[in-house]
């Protein structure tokens, strides 16, 4: 039986930053009703990973990133071919667009949460700021996955933090 909501974290637990995706999980698993959710981990996002998209109302992907403005950033996303593709670690608008064009229908919704990331050297630990960034991602999603409404979703993503 397929989970109606999807929560994908990915990225490196050995290389600082890069794991707060994981680290989400971690959190979520621990403090948060999971009765309607399925948690995916892996290092990168793949090909395969667009079946995972089957069959679930909601998606929300959970990376690292140095490009946010704010402690985290939350976005609906929109399948889109980029040259990710190609690569051994896809975008998650790729990994949307694959599930288009091998699945011949629209993706469900799906979300990125974005936690901004200092640091992504092997070996390192989180750093200072990814560690305050973490908490303030894992409160906001622990509040998404209460509330596994579309319309709720949509507005967080419409929302300026």
């Known amino acids: 039986m397929v989970k109606p909501v999807l929560l994908f974290g990915y990225g490196n637990l050995s290389r600082g930053d890069d794991a707060l995706g994981p680290l989400l999980l971690e959190y979520v698993e621990n403090r948060c009703d999971l ?76 979300f990125l949460l974005s936690i901004k990331a200092e640091r992504f050297e092997l070996g390192e630990g989180l750093t200072t700021g990814a560690e305050n960034n973490l908490h303030q991602a894992c409160l906001f999603a622990d509040h998404l996955l209460q509330n596994p409404d579309i319309q709720i979703w949509l507005q967080q993503a419409n929302s300026v933090f």
């Open 35 to 110: 009765s309607g959710v399925e948690i995916q981990s892996d290092f990168q996002l793949q090909i395969e990973h667009a079946l995972d998209l089957e069959n679930r109302s909601l998606v929300l992907f959970v990376d690292a990133s140095i490009t946010c403005n704010t402690a985290f950033d939350f976005t609906l996303l929109e399948p889109a071919k980029d040259k990710s593709y190609t690569t051994h670690a896809m975008s998650p608008a790729a990994v949307l667009d694959v599930y288009q064009s091998i699945k011949k229908q629209t993706p469900p919704p799906c």
